[in-house]
């Protein structure tokens, strides 16, 4: 019997390791329906959506949802599928709706202003994410700082920098330099990396700003000797378009690590993808094994309860 519980509490364990490969940012909608998990790291690749006849089957549930409980998180969500959707004026005549509804929502400045900037009214999308901040200034672990600088920049119409980006400079020698602390490194990295998992999930490659800001977080990786995550972030630097002899140079630092690594860890997002989704198959099976075994043996388990 002995044998039977050690198997029991092997399965029970091996399903909780596997679905803790998927621990990552997710958001679950007003009708507890997720609409993505991220992948867990600190190298951002855009939240993993369903197509579009997925999101179109969001939109009836929210649809429904929000006729049935009239809860405005069935519009505001419903107005988020919009903008993924790519109907960003449809995602703002929905918005202004909810503001008269239920004035002063963060998710509808937030989202209203991500919905402008995305049909080009950066100035209006400027003063909704203004007003976001000034809602809920510890959103998105504080980073909105960055979406400010960014539309901003925008509006300017001048080259884009780091300096403008991000207020700081990593020089342009062989190596990043920089007088942060650790601390302060490693808060500025997970701040890009929130806004740049927002931004490329609607920002497709090639685009300047994206590229500089995964250009940074490269080189943020490199100051705290996560190689790993600087190639990484340098590989998706070069594919939004960044071409300057500084980031040869710096992938040649990481690239070695790089290649050993390659075989331990995903070497990109579809095998990181593949590599979840057969921890999970295993994970449902050794449920399956443990719900039989409890089913078989539970006179014998509940017995020693009496």
């Not at 989704?277 to 443990?290: A, D, G, K, P």
Request: net charge positive; hydrophobic share 40%.
């Amino acid at each position: 019997m002995k044998k039977y519980l050690f198997s029991l509490l092997f399965g029970t364990l091996f399903s909780i390791s596997a679905f803790a490969c998927l621990n990552g940012e997710k958001m679950v909608l007003a009708n507890q329906e997720i609409l993505y998990v991220d992948l867990d790291g600190e190298v951002p690749y855009g939240h993993q959506i369903g197509g579009k006849e997925e999101l179109e089957e969001f939109l009836v549930k929210l649809k429904k949802g929000y006729d049935k409980t009239k809860d405005v998180d069935y519009l505001s969500d419903e107005g988020y599928i919009l903008i993924l959707l790519g109907r960003y004026q449809e995602a703002i005549d929905l918005y202004r709706r909810i503001e008269t509804l239920q004035p002063g929502r963060y998710s509808t400045a937030s989202n209203i202003g991500t919905a402008y900037e995305l049909i080009g009214n950066n100035k209006e999308a400027l003063k909704w994410i203004e007003t976001a901040v000034k809602i809920e200034p510890h959103s998105h672990l504080k980073s909105e700082w960055i979406h400010l600088n960014i539309l901003k920049a925008k509006i300017s119409g001048k080259s884009i920098s780091s300096t403008d980006l991000i207020g700081k400079d990593f020089g342009n020698g062989k190596a990043p330099k920089s007088t942060l602390s650790k601390d302060d490194l490693q808060l500025l990295k997970m701040q890009i990396f929130y806004q740049l998992n927002e931004r490329m999930t609607f920002v497709k490659p090639k685009d300047p700003i994206v590229a500089q800001l995964l250009f940074d977080l490269g080189n943020i990786a490199l100051l705290m000797n996560q190689k790993y995550d600087a190639e990484k972030s340098y590989l998706q630097a070069k594919k939004y378009g960044l071409e300057n002899p500084v980031l040869k140079e710096r992938m040649k630092l990481s690239s070695q690590t790089l290649v050993k690594n390659k075989k331990r860890i995903p070497g990109n997002l579809k095998a990181a993808e593949e590599f979840n989704w057969i921890s999970i198959m295993f994970s449902v099976l050794s449920l399956i094994i443990s719900g039989f075994i409890i089913f078989k043996f539970r006179k014998k388990i509940f017995s020693w309860f009496e």
